[in-house]
């Protein structure tokens, strides 16, 4: 046997180039050119002195490498493989397979469109599409017959084969079958003579020689049979992570380990990437293993330790360590220099390189020590500058240079990931010493923002042109919760400034394999904003709990410190300190999702309240908003092809009127899916035939429902030979045993019948999913409706008067008109008030109307037009008050009220809204009733009075009844009406509504307003200016749950605890 020459990676390369590796054999080391990627398993004697081994090239081509780096074959193959049992190994040239000796002579020339390696002295290849022979090593065949898969020989004489697909046997040498086939998964048989198998492809179990059951189906996956006579397999029922071995008797060896590694090395699985497993149980080092790597064929492999030291003091933990671990349980430490091992670009720790006994990891000094099995250093990767630039340099153990790259300009250097210092994770800085002239250049670019705001409110986005953009991982996710945003949080949200100095990112796969990271990148950030913190209170002092930030703003419910604008605010307010005031605040964020998980330390700077309403006061006129483009409904066939996101969904919403054969016929073109929502009539053999003659793809898409007998038989004589074709087929094919609302789901509607489909709607599937042809009266009788989708798949001539009744209210259009008599209408208000509006406008009757809005008065949206008034004043006329009593004013007026402004009765509309306040349960919406009214009737400051008062009751108002209008000129005016009112005006209001405070500008609210404000309702501390808060109005404020205890200035608790 020869000696296998070390390879060792350049991690210290170009930057345009890819970590090479070099081959160290008796002292010479060689830099293979073309340059060396992989060596694929070990080198063979090729009988001449030397070895071969197949090897892949840094550009992706493959060749064979000699043991002294040379290239024995140039890699310009497509593929290579390593050698067999006979000393023959297969490449393929140019898309075509063929076979080489150990010396590189071809002695099989490349001709298969595929190839197996040679096993017992055959080899499966194949010579057209799914069609496979075996050949001896002279390329011959070996035996008449031929396969649609056919694998290598194993050591007990079989080879899988199948004639058919999915249904998979075993031949012997002579080419016979030895057990027929009869299995959908067939693994090759193990030295013992048992293997793997599935009849259904769902449970696997054990056979022998025979084809008899060893072990009967029982688990969801076996895997090959190893070396050690075991194999990996997951039980069926139990959790997707748990996992096993068992032997060639199918006994558990290794049971319920989660997260087991498929494979095992020196005997020897890894579970949950942190224990070493076998069947004697876990190698036990006397500490704790946070993380393994699985052993190289050396029996060594990297470890992280973990573990506790017993003082006279009690335990204290040790930091954890990276080592060598052993397959004897003992542990190897490595000089103290070492830090981690080396990961590549992915963070993954690299695998030790093919033959070779050595691990790589990262010195504190930036080389690369190469470990060996007892964590010596045996060599040495250095980065070097030299006259000509800077060049990669490798030293043996005792310090003597072996071999020096060539010198470049820049070069790319292994980074730690494990130990990587927090300052390494900054954004913006290099490290905190920064902190403090980054946050006064932030703040002046917060403060730009505020002289510059109109500038700023009509740009596109609402946002700062120059705002930095930080690819977060849940960006997403913030452009959906400003969506929730109302107008005024979204405007406080834009003039702030947000910065991120710091990130900690680790993706789902790292987390998942290094599960000891989380926790230490949280530990790590969380020290990083500590230290931002210290820096921060060191030079502004004591961050204030409470600061007056606007709602919504970035840093809203954060600790901040106040600092004053270097130009005041243009304006009457220029000399108030309150209106020239930002707040800088820092926040750690912490998420995950999906796996992944982050930690964000930014910098959030906002004005206060007061800053905010003088800049917006001191800005110019904006230009009017762009009006909103109303897209027309659809009239035409093409346009409701355009207005729709597929060719299904245009064809389910497109007028029936409108699809012809011509449209059908694009429709199905598009999206074989929109056969199944055309018309019965266009439904046609002609037109489902030449949609399966398109294409094997096409034939898949076809809807399982609308697949005929004839169909199937096409699309199998078509592309039997097509995977994905036989793919769909299979699944199309499966006949559930068992019912529910999914079971007729993607099943070939000619494979079952009326009786089936029948037992299928009795669990609750969807009558649109049943084959036309299936479908009959008795289905459409007792079919589920209500809230289904059902009553659109039958014909309007098969709705009975029996199914009317039975519908949801949202169906009633789909009824015929003839069925829907005054009775049955009646029942229908009686049953569900708000089907009057899906009624034939015809039918709403006042009687019907009447009874429909009594019951519910939602319903009164669906009352027509020419009858709102009409039917509000009858009820008001018919309503009595307690005891029979008359009332001024009651609940219906509000229906009125709202009828009489969009009917332009100004000042009928208040009066309506006036009689209705107090008796309705949602008073905002007769306020803004009297809003649009008194506005409309040229009554500005009451106009304004009332919005104040729907502002204070619902920031984000909604009408009742109508279309979605734009409320935003409630705020617009309520704030300037409050702008420009004497204090007596605004005390008045005050006495109505006290919440009207939050509509007042801060910096025109006084002490008698807070007051006022204060005594009549205690809520109206949420809205009380910082300038005006004393300790008893903070403890007001915890009392009410409008603070928390966390945001009272120390100088506001007199006694420890506001309240």
């Not at 309503?879 to 029979?884: E, F, K, L």
């Amino acid at each position: 046997m020869i000696e296998q020459p070390i390879l060792i990676r350049n991690y210290m390369h170009a930057p345009d180039e890819e970590p090479y590796l070099l081959v160290l054999n008796h002292g010479q080391v060689t830099q293979p050119a073309p340059a060396l990627n992989h060596v694929l398993g070990a080198f063979h004697d090729n009988g001449q002195g030397g070895g071969i081994a197949a090897a892949q090239a840094a550009d992706g081509r493959y060749g064979y490498l000699d043991t002294h780096g040379a290239w024995v074959i140039e890699p310009t193959l497509d593929k290579a493989r390593t050698f067999a049992d006979n000393g023959l190994a297969r490449f393929c040239s140019d898309g075509r397979w063929g076979y080489l000796d150990l010396t590189g002579n071809t002695v099989i020339a490349p001709q298969y469109e595929d190839a197996q390696a040679f096993s017992a002295g055959l080899a499966a290849v194949r010579t057209a599409a799914n069609k496979w022979t075996y050949i001896d090593t002279s390329g011959k065949p070996a035996f008449k017959g031929a396969f649609r898969e056919a694998r290598s020989f194993s050591a007990a004489g079989l080879a899988v084969a199948s004639t058919k697909r999915d249904l998979f046997g075993y031949i012997d040498a002579s080419g016979d079958w030895a057990i027929a086939p009869r299995f959908a998964r067939a693994l090759a048989f193990s030295a013992q003579g048992v293997a793997p198998a599935s009849e259904d492809g769902e449970l696997f179990g054990l056979i022998g020689l025979r084809g008899e059951w060893i072990l009967q189906p029982c688990h969801r996956k076996i895997g090959q049979f190893n070396a050690d006579g075991l194999a990996y397999c997951e039980e069926a029922g139990e959790r997707w992570d748990d996992g096993g071995y068992i032997n060639a008797r199918g006994e558990h060896v290794i049971r319920h380990k989660r997260r087991l590694s498929p494979s095992m090395s020196c005997g020897f699985a890894v579970e949950a990437n942190g224990a070493y497993v076998n069947a004697q149980g876990t190698l036990d080092f006397g500490v704790y293993v946070s993380w393994a790597h699985r052993f190289n064929q050396f029996g060594f492999g990297i470890a992280r330790f973990a573990g506790v030291e017993q003082t006279p003091q009690g335990a204290v933990d040790l930091p954890p360590v990276w080592a060598i671990a052993r397959d004897d349980a003992s542990i190897a430490m490595p000089p103290a220099d070492v830090l981690e091992p080396v990961t590549d670009d992915d963070c993954m720790v690299v695998s030790a390189e093919a033959n070779t006994p050595l691990a790589a990891f990262i010195a504190s000094d930036k080389s690369v020590a190469l470990l060996d099995r007892d964590a010596r250093v045996a060599y040495r990767l250095r980065a070097e500058r030299g006259p000509k630039g800077r060049h990669a340099a490798l030293y043996d153990a005792a310090g003597a240079l072996l071999w020096q790259g060539a010198p470049h300009a820049a070069q790319h250097m292994p980074h730690p990931f494990f130990s990587v210092s927090a300052d390494a994770l900054l954004e913006a800085i290099d490290s905190v010493d920064d902190l403090i002239t980054f946050v006064e250049a932030m703040m002046l670019k917060a403060e730009e923002k505020l002289h510059n705001i109109d500038a700023l409110l009509q740009a596109p986005d609402g946002t700062d042109e120059d705002e930095d953009e930080d690819d977060d991982e849940d960006d997403e996710d913030d452009e959906d919760e400003d969506d929730d945003l109302d107008s005024d949080e979204k405007l406080a949200k834009s003039v702030s400034t947000s910065r991120r100095i710091y990130q900690s990112y680790v993706d789902g796969h790292v987390n998942a394999v290094y599960e000891f990271l989380s926790y230490e990148r949280e530990r790590m950030s969380e020290a990083m904003y500590t230290r931002c913190m210290e820096r921060l209170v060191a030079h502004f002092g004591p961050a204030d709990p409470d600061p007056d930030v606007p709602d919504g703003s970035p840093g809203d419910g954060l600790p901040a410190w106040q600092v004053a604008l270097r130009q005041p605010i243009a304006g009457p307010d220029a000399p108030r300190p309150e209106s020239n005031q930002l707040w800088l605040s820092i926040d750690l964020e912490s998420d995950n999702g999906d796996g992944n998980e982050w930690h964000n330390i930014r910098l959030l700077c906002s004005p206060s309240k007061e800053t905010l309403e003088a800049a917006l006061a001191g800005r110019c006129p904006a230009a009017p908003a762009p009006a909103v483009e109303v897209k027309p409904v659809p009239q035409t066939a093409q346009e409701w092809f355009d207005w729709a996101y597929g060719a299904k969904h245009a064809i389910t919403h497109m007028p029936p009127e409108l699809i012809d054969d011509a449209v059908a016929d694009y429709a199905v073109e598009r999206d074989a899916d929109a056969l199944q929502e055309l018309p019965a009539h266009l439904q046609t053999p002609a037109r489902l035939e030449r949609i399966i003659r398109r294409g094997a793809d096409h034939a898949a898409d076809v809807p399982g429902r609308c697949m005929t007998a004839e169909g199937l038989a096409l699309a199998r004589s078509l592309y039997g030979d097509d995977d994905d074709w036989c793919r769909r087929d299979k699944r199309g094919s499966r006949v559930p045993t068992t019912f529910d609302v999914n079971c007729l789901y993607d099943v070939w509607g000619c494979l079952i019948d009326e009786q089936f489909c029948m037992r299928a709607l009795a669990a609750g599937a969807d009558l649109g999913s049943v084959p036309l042809w299936l479908r009959s009266e008795t289905m459409y009788a007792t079919v589920r409706l209500g809230s289904s989708a059902n009553l659109r798949h039958i014909p309007r001539a098969s709705i009975t008067a029996d199914m009317v009744m039975r519908v949801d209210a949202g169906d009633l259009a789909l009824i015929p008109e003839a069925l829907l008599s005054a009775d049955v209408c009646r029942d229908w208000i009686k049953t569900d008030p708000m089907s009057l509006g899906y009624l034939p406008e015809a039918l709403r009757s006042p009687e019907l109307c009447l009874a429909a809005v009594k019951r519910n008065t939602q319903a009164f949206s669906g009352v027509p037009d020419a009858l709102k008034e009409d039917i509000a004043t009858s009820i008001i006329a018919r309503h009595q008050g307690p005891a029979g009593t008359k009332e001024t004013g009651c609940r219906w007026h509000a229906l009125r009220a709202w009828t009489r402004l969009w009917n332009r009765n100004w000042e009928g509309a208040i009066s309506d809204a006036l009689l209705a306040l107090g008796h309705v349960d949602d008073p905002a919406h007769m306020h803004y009733v009297l809003a649009s009214a008194y506005r409309a009737n040229g009554q500005a400051f009451r106009a304004a009075g009332e919005a104040a008062k729907v502002r204070s009751l619902c920031s984000e108002y909604e009408p009742e009844f109508g279309p979605a209008v734009d409320t935003d000129w409630l705020r617009t005016i309520a704030r300037s009406a409050f702008n420009e009112a004497d204090e007596a005006m605004v005390l008045e209001e005050l006495r109505s509504n006290p919440l009207v405070l939050s509509q007042i500008p801060g910096r025109r609210i006084t002490r008698a307003m807070v007051d006022l404000a204060v005594g009549i309702d205690p809520e109206a501390v949420a809205h009380v200016p910082k300038r005006l808060m004393t300790a008893a109005l903070y403890a007001l404020a915890v009392r009410t749950n409008n603070k928390r205890e966390s945001r009272v200035p120390p100088a506001f608790r007199s006694t420890g605890k506001a309240g």
